[in-house]
């Protein structure tokens, strides 16, 4: 899970302390680099449009084989098709 971790944002010449969003993706594996760069693009924009520093947003993504996740009680590789 994320977690919001205190640490200074500098705004001008003022200095506060100001929330820090870590945003972790769980995904299937398979995106190309391009592919996860316009995801954490998207997603550091977001934060942006509601005034969080786009140096204060931290994103970690986590590929993850089908065999390593479950849907339904079944392994997702067995449940999906291969992508």
Avoid at 51 to 75: C, F
């Amino acid at each position: 899970m994320g977690q919001n971790i205190y640490c200074p944002v500098i705004k001008g010449s003022q200095k506060k302390e100001g929330i820090m969003p870590v945003i972790v993706v769980e995904m299937f594996e398979g995106r190309t680099a391009e592919q996860k760069r316009q995801l954490i693009d998207g997603l550091t924009s977001a934060f942006v449009k509601i005034g969080t520093p786009a140096e204060a947003v931290q994103i970690i993504l986590k590929d993850n084989s089908r065999h390593n996740w479950g849907i339904g009680g079944k392994l997702a590789s067995e449940k999906l098709p291969p992508k």
